[in-house]
């Protein structure tokens, strides 16, 4: 597609259930980031794919994140039993080449009731 | 590890006036790319403007351009003629050849005030 496209663009979720957020990249784009942005904060890394290659999870902050990419192309952050501090906005990205930058999808707004 | 960091939560600018965002950053690397990034209300992060570390000239892109000081680590953000548009979020960020993911500072929130 001509975006990075996520969704749902917002989520309401009670504690303790799972929730999964989708991210589909610039078609040709190898690779693809997640990032969260907790209220009034910067970005945190969560987890980068880069082709058919082993992911990046060093950012992912619990076990209870985890995240697949299929066909090297649509991922799925899965957030498992949900907790409040997990509410914030998550960032798909994706890119050619990350020093060239990343086109950023519009997020998806996850608050945990 | 590389650290990104802008010291200004918040700025305002009148409108048509010149405002400048600061950004530190330390790396060890000797090739790197600095990157400032603007978020408006609508969540959506649009890139404004990249420089290349090798490059001594620095970046210009329309209204936007940078000050890029190597010896200083310092990669501050000039917007010119602001306009009310120009009002949000503005994250300055880096990338090395090594480190495959972008380092984000903390943002400034800019307001353009009428």
């Known amino acids: 597609g001509a975006g990075v496209s996520q969704s749902p663009s917002n989520k309401v979720t009670e504690k303790g259930k799972d929730v999964e957020l989708r991210c589909d990249p610039i078609?040709?784009?190898?690779?693809l980031y997640w990032y969260r942005q907790s209220l009034g904060q910067g970005l945190e890394f969560l987890i980068y794919?880069?082709?058919?290659?082993?992911?990046?999870k060093s950012g992912l902050p619990s076990d209870r994140f985890s995240a697949e990419r299929t066909g090297g192309s649509v991922s799925t952050l899965t957030i498992q039993r949900t907790q409040q501090e997990d509410s914030a906005v998550y960032l798909c990205?994706?890119?050619?080449?990350?020093?060239?930058?990343?086109?950023f999808g519009s997020g998806t707004r996850l608050t945990v009731v | 590890a590389q650290t990104v960091t802008q010291s200004q939560p918040e700025m305002s600018v009148q409108e048509a006036e010149t405002v400048t965002l600061s950004c530190t950053y330390d790396?060890?690397?000797?090739?790197?790319?600095l990157f400032w990034y603007k978020q408006p209300p609508s969540r959506q992060m649009i890139l404004v403007i990249r420089?290349?570390?090798?490059?001594?000239q620095n970046a210009t892109e329309n209204r936007f351009s940078v000050n890029f000081q190597k010896a200083a680590k310092s990669f501050s953000l000039k917007i010119s003629d602001s306009q009310l548009g120009d009002t949000a979020m503005y994250f300055c960020?880096?990338?090395?050849?090594?480190?495959?993911?972008?380092?984000f500072g903390s943002g400034t929130q800019l307001t353009v005030l009428p």
């Open positions: 990205a994706s890119s050619w080449d990350s020093n060239y930058g990343y086109t």
């Open positions: 078609s040709g784009h190898t690779a």
């Open positions: 794919f880069q082709g058919n290659s082993a992911p990046d």
């Open positions: 790396t060890s690397e000797s090739n790197y790319y």
């Open positions: 420089q290349e570390a090798y490059k001594q």
């Open positions: 960020a880096s990338s090395t050849g090594s480190a495959r993911q972008l380092t």
